[in-house]
């Protein structure tokens, strides 16, 4: 099979695009000559756009599927499958559309009763590649690729400028959904105890994650060198390179971190780690297994159970001696 032109549509979000970066690999190694491109979501352009194995990186906005339809690919692959995006490569006249299958037929079934149980298995990544297999086209690994541009690296230099000669933490104190936020007071005694032991601190999140980065902000001391807010996606890809140490929630800066290869601790809940777990060559993951546990594909806004137990019972000296193990190796 020799294709030309190759179509990856993941529009989002940040972790998932990232974790789908090796199908773009292994594509890239079975078709070198083809030309391999992707749409996405504006926001996460700069994740793609010097990444080696793609040709191309649209941009998902007004105008985008004239440009597309004129590519006129030999392969379009949906790794979203949603309405959307089906009704996009519906309308593109690929010769072949291959999408993602996320459930089972009887997984379909319970979905539709409202009892669908999240996703254990398999790795997203492997999901992913599965479309390869699909095709064909053999794995070339699980590792993700995250090249950063250099204007992303100047975004992101106000910011570092204060860093000195001390260490950096980072840390990822908020996620979208409220129950994969490890407690907040929680954060604030690992940043003192970082900031006592000498390091400086950067708050990694974006603008929707204002009210817990202000939250933390304003408790910490001189060691905090700031936020990350006002940075586009590849300059907050650009501020995570430059920590020694990150501490997350399962969040999209957790993937950045495992893909940049930083040194990573990670906290997980109401999510499985057997699914979303970051893939990077120095991460230590927390994670209690409670029976309840996983109660979510992404997370939600309260805990069925009303204790946020899978969250709560982790104390920062666990965290604290999680990070010192990940210090030391
Ligand atoms: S304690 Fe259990 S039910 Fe509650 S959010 Fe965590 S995993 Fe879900």
Known sequence: MTLGRILIVRLTALGDVLLATPLARALRRAQPAAEIDWLVAPPFTPLLEANPNLSRVFPAERGVAARLRARRYDLVLDLQNKPRTALLRASL??????????????????SLLGRERPATEPHAV?????????????????????????????????????????????????????????????????GQAAEERGAKLLLLGGAADGPTLDALSARLGSALLGD??????????????ACDLVVANDSGPAHIAAALGRK????????????????????ELLYRGLPCSPCSNHGSARCPLGTHACLAEIPASEVLAAASRRWAS
Request: proline share 6%; no cysteine.
């Open 126 to 190: 492997e999901l992913y590649l599965s479309l390869a297999a699909r095709l064909g086209v053999a794995s070339a690994g699980t590792r993700l690729d995250l090249v950063i541009p250099e204007r992303a690296r100047l975004e992101a230099a106000p910011l570092l400028s204060r860093r000195g000669a001390a260490s950096l933490w980072g840390l990822a104190p908020s996620t979208r959904w409220a129950t994969k936020r490890w407690p907040i007071e929680r954060f604030l005694e690992l």
């Open 228 to 241: 990350t807010r006002a940075l586009g996606t590849g300059g907050l890809a650009a501020a995570i390179e």
């Open 93 to 110: 006249g690929a010769a072949r559309v291959v999408s993602l299958r996320k459930r089972t037929f009887s997984g379909a079934i319970a």
């Open 264 to 283: 990573l601790v990670v906290l997980f809940g109401p999510t499985a780690p057997s699914r979303w777990a970051p893939i990077g060559s120095d991460v």
